[in-house]
């Protein structure tokens, strides 16, 4: 990706010292729970008592039910892996998709094709929630029926237009996210996500650290950490921080764990931002004149189902997670 030339640095708050203190302390907080520990996760009164993502986006528990359940199940051709990523993606919840294969069997694109996906979600729309409360996409506008039966068009929409095959055609990232965002309810930053879940699988190997689209709260959590720009776009400042990490966590004297052996990432950066504008809501609440917002929505409850790690296997970190839950005290040692 070309960047123009830049000549004044950009200044930062005290954001900015917060974005690296939060990013250390939720991973540790993750690390701890891999760790299998049992008590307090954290100090930090705020990461306590409200609900945060984790450092690392394929860390998350909907990313980790994709890599494990949906990509990796078992090996699968790619357009029945393109298909059944945004069947999961558009309604990105677990007991939605674990309901469809209670129902079907499978999720395939013959699956979707057929509409036996339309009329499994039919059984149960009028009865619970079939879309998770966080993420909800638009469904498009030139097509008609329920908001689910619109949605799972689109898909079908995709397939028939061989969408699939150009995606993996695509010499880079950013073509392939130009094909996914010329469909309608598709916006920029959603294609963006899209494409960065259908590249955990084993069929696309475009690189993370080609480019980024910042996301609304990644964008306020940049107004955040800098008080002036300097004449970088907001994307820019995501590579700046991510380019920087090691110097700015040595700088601070910060112990930082990362994921065995891999960095953070340009979407982990971006959503680290996105997350730290929640976080100053209430620990740096006069960061609010550069972009004013309510509480933090969502509260901590602590979680029992169990929690997995593994990422896909062309990252080649696997081999260097410890069991899960398995010696709590050894991982414990390392933080």
């Not at 939605?96 to 069997?105: A, I, Q």
Request: proline share 7%; glycine share 6%; hydrophobic share 40%.
């Amino acid at each position: 990706m070309d960047f123009r030339v830049v000549t004044t640095a950009p200044t930062t708050t005290t954001g900015y010292d917060a974005y690296w203190m939060f990013a250390i302390e939720r991973q540790n907080v993750y690390l701890r729970r891999i760790a299998g520990h049992t008590g307090p996760l954290t100090d930090d009164p705020v990461l306590g008592a409200n609900r945060f993502t984790n450092a690392y986006r394929a860390a998350d528990r909907v990313s980790q039910h994709l890599i494990t359940d949906i990509l990796y199940d078992r090996p699968r051709s790619w357009v029945d892996t393109f298909a059944r990523t945004l069947v999961f993606k558009v309604f990105n919840r677990v007991d939605t998709w674990e309901h469809l294969l209670d129902r079907l069997g499978d999720v395939n694109a013959d699956t979707v094709t057929s509409g036996a996906v339309d009329a499994a979600i039919a059984e149960v729309a009028d009865r619970q929630p079939v879309y998770s409360a966080a993420y909800i996409m638009p469904p498009p506008q030139d097509r008609t029926g329920r908001k689910y039966v619109r949605h799972l068009s689109l898909i079908r929409a995709m397939l028939a237009d061989g969408v699939p095959d150009r995606i993996a055609d695509a010499p880079y990232m950013s073509d392939a996210y130009a094909v996914l965002g010329s469909y309608p309810s598709i916006g920029p930053f959603l294609a963006y996500q899209f494409v960065t879940d259908l590249n955990y699988s084993s069929h696309l190997s475009f690189s993370e650290a080609e480019f980024v689209v910042p996301g609304p709260g990644a964008i306020r959590g940049l107004r955040k950490c800098f008080s002036d720009p300097g004449g970088y776009s907001p994307a820019d400042l995501i590579r700046l921080t991510a380019d920087m990490q090691h110097e700015e966590f040595a700088r601070r004297g910060l112990d930082w764990h990362d994921l065995w052996g891999r960095d953070l990432q340009l979407i982990d950066v971006q959503n680290l931002f996105c997350e730290v504008d929640k976080y100053t809501r209430v620990a740096h609440p006069e960061l609010s004149e550069y972009a004013p917002g309510t509480r933090i929505k969502q509260r901590y409850r602590p979680d029992r189902r169990p929690i997995t790690a593994w990422f896909p296997p062309k990252w080649g970190i696997n081999d260097r997670i410890p069991t899960v839950h398995h010696d709590a005290d050894a991982q414990l040692a390392l933080l």
